[in-house]
Nanobody, 113 residues
Framework: VQLQASGGGLVQTGGSLRLSCSAS????????ISWYRQAPGKQRDLVAT??????TYADSVKGRFTISRDNAKNTVYLQMNSLKPEDTAVYYC?????????WGQGTQVTVSS
């Protein structure tokens, strides 16, 4: 499975971005898809996860970020609102299925103060 993340960029504090993660195959039966982020010099942290019926978020993004999936387009989205400088990081999507994890290449998000 190949994942292509896109939608990153430079935005001012308080702005919005929508990240997309497109898969090379159907995600209809995929149990878990997540977004992670990694800031320079820091570990990669879980941001949000979506399963077939639930979504979960890191405390730092609750109320500001929304993860969603479009099975028909084989795409998962991360809508990011009210962005803060501390949201600056490379964002990665991960697809977990049949005991394997697949990672996208990452997309840079930079929030200026």
């Amino acid at each position: 499975v190949q994942l292509q993340a896109s939608g990153g960029g430079l935005v001012q504090t308080g702005g919005s971005l929508r990240l997309s993660c497109s898969a090379s195959r159907s995600i209809f039966s995929v149990n878990r898809i997540s977004w992670y982020r990694q800031a320079p010099g820091k570990q990669r942290d879980l941001v949000a996860t979506i399963t077939s019926g639930t979504t979960t978020y890191a405390d730092s993004v609750k109320g500001r970020f929304t993860i969603s999936r479009d099975n028909a387009k084989n795409t998962v989205y991360l809508q990011m609102n009210s962005l803060k400088p501390e949201d600056t990081a490379v964002y990665y999507c991960k697809l977990s299925t049949l005991g394997y994890d697949y990672w996208g290449q990452g997309t840079q998000v930079t929030v200026s103060s």
